[in-house]
């Protein structure tokens, strides 16, 4: 018997099945050099699996919306453009143009620091294993035809690797690389199975067939268990299901502690998709709604019209709150359309509301889009990164310019729109008190927070050890902004990982925090830690 221990929890759950080995095919390109009367012939056999790969994706797509998403970008121009160039202008084959273009879209979000940011290039390259699929005539395993009780292992899994899952028989995922917040860990979430992702070699020590114990609460895998610890593993498997049956029930009951006080729980999200997935955990409103990835998923700067028609949808359909923030681009999150210059330390630099400042049309593209959307439900404007009055004052007159302008222009908005700003710079921390009196809320962002405060590069697996949000600094500057915030009398939410840690409930609690923003999956934890404090 084998055991050990792994951090990357990705879908919780207890499971007991023997291994399932998932292995693809050699999707590698081939890497010969094409002649200048070959490119057509290419060209043509590219815009062939395009078909066959939009074909597949609208098909799937009906049943799951993750795959709208990818079928965006297998039509995106951005992709065929990179794949047609390496084909026409260095003469490459369609395999290996492809391959490049690919990883190219790809390493853009790879390189990000912000984790739900880093997963989407899976989706990236989801795709293009689908497009290499096609273009080398292999068929790729499908999970769908298991029909007996297994734990899926495997280097990595793909939405469409993950979609095609009966949960009736897969008991368990375990992946060597992925994250907590891709679309495999979504997908496996919302079928609950339980997934442990990240968790190093494990492949080479394993054959099909072999009894598997993995306990994805705690991040417990046990290869070959004895008779005792599988019965242990069963029984604790039979009590988590109870839990999840009870923590369903609990949905029903606002979050509310013993002693009467009302606690919002909200979503952090970054599409549409991932609010409907949110919903049915009956949540308080979208704390935080990352505009950027509507920028990063185009192939240019998303016009008013394009974002007001998702914003709109987004109010739609969670009408209680929907908290917008403001570009949040530069750092770690590059556009493949936009040229940033190279910077010495990206995250002290030009990013964020300091870009939206400098490119006011934009800015204002994306005000007027939001302000529209506030006639469809109870939206909030959030600007991040703010060190300034000056910069929030800005801002702010930018706001009340496109007001203006939309009232000339006879369109609807909430003309009390809230505008609030992220706390997460030691600027703002020191500054809360003069900020709180020009907002209508607070959001803490603990994650760069406290990478700033404690000058700790959380990327950085060296000082990753000193990198944490319960330092003595940070909970100091997390009770100060909450302090600054209720004495003029506005409310102050988080929507960094610390709000949906249970572990930080009862301290933020304490502490006087309004609002708790966080990943979906975790809002059943929170709620039931605060109806019992």
Not at 276 to 281: F, H, S
Not at 302 to 312: A, C, D, G, L, R
Request: proline content about 3%.
């Amino acid at each position: 018997m084998r055991q050990f221990t792994v951090e990357k929890t990705a879908s919780r759950g207890i499971a007991a099945a023997p291994a399932y080995l998932y292995q693809e095919p050699d999707l590698s390109a081939v890497t010969d050099c094409i002649t200048e009367e070959q490119e057509e012939n290419e060209i043509l056999l590219f815009e062939k699996a395009k078909v066959s790969v939009s074909d597949e994706l609208n098909l799937l797509a009906e049943k799951n919306d993750i795959f709208a998403a990818h079928l965006e970008i297998a039509e995106d121009f951005t992709l065929s453009e990179g794949v047609l160039s390496r084909i026409r202008n260095e003469h490459k084959n369609v395999q290996l143009a492809l391959q490049e273009t690919v990883e190219e879209l790809a390493l853009i979000f790879d390189s990000m620091e912000d984790a739900y940011m880093k997963e989407r290039a899976a989706d990236i390259r989801d795709v293009g294993k689908r497009f290499m699929a096609q273009l080398k005539e292999v068929q790729r395993p499908d999970l769908a035809q298991i029909s007996r009780e297994v734990i899926v292992v495997a280097k990595d899994l793909f939405p469409s690797d993950t979609v095609k899952m009966n949960p009736d028989y897969i008991k368990g995922i375990i992946t060597e690389e992925g994250g907590i917040t891709s679309h495999v860990s979504i997908i496996a979430r919302s079928m609950g199975i339980p997934t442990l992702v990240g968790v190093g070699k494990l492949l080479d020590s394993l054959q099909n067939g072999i009894e598997v114990c993995m306990d994805a609460e705690n991040g417990v895998i046990c290869i070959e268990p004895d008779h005792d610890t599988l019965r242990e593993f069963q029984e604790k498997q039979e009590q988590f299901e109870k839990r999840q049956a009870y923590l369903e029930e609990l949905r029903n009951q606002p979050a509310v502690t013993r002693d009467g006080k009302k606690i919002a729980l909200c979503a952090n999200v970054g599409n549409l998709e991932d609010i409907e997935r949110a919903l049915p955990m009956n949540l308080d409103g979208i704390g935080l709604f990352r505009s950027e990835l509507l920028y990063m998923e185009n192939d240019h700067f998303p016009s008013e019209e394009e974002q007001f028609q998702v914003y709109k949808s987004a109010a739609e359909l969670c009408p209680q709150e929907l908290t917008i923030r403001t570009l949040d681009i530069g750092g770690d999150k590059e556009l493949t359309y936009f040229d940033f210059d190279k910077e010495e330390n990206p995250f002290l630099g030009w990013r964020a509301i300091r870009i939206s400042l400098d490119m006011r049309d934009m800015f204002k593209a994306q005000l007027r889009a939001v302000l529209r959307a506030s006639a469809f439900g109870h939206v909030r404007i959030m600007f991040p990164m703010i060190i300034s009055l000056e910069e929030l004052r800005a801002a702010g007159e930018l706001t009340t310019q496109c007001m203006e302008e939309l009232e000339q222009e006879g369109r609807d908005f909430d003309r009390n729109i809230e505008i609030g700003m992220m706390i997460e710079t030691p600027a703002s921390v020191m500054l809360a008190e003069e900020f709180a009196k020009e907002v209508d809320f607070f959001s803490i962002g603990t994650n760069d927070l406290t990478q700033y405060l404690l000058a700790v590069d959380r990327g950085n697996r060296k000082v990753a050890d000193r990198y944490s949000y319960f330092h003595p600094a940070v909970v100091k500057a997390i009770s100060a902004v909450i302090a600054a915030g209720h004495q003029e009398g506005i409310k102050v939410g988080m929507c960094g990982e610390m709000a949906g840690d249970p572990n930080a409930t009862l301290l933020l609690l304490d502490l006087g925090l309004d609002e708790f923003s966080m990943s979906a999956g975790n809002i059943d934890y929170i709620r039931e830690k605060i109806l019992n404090l």
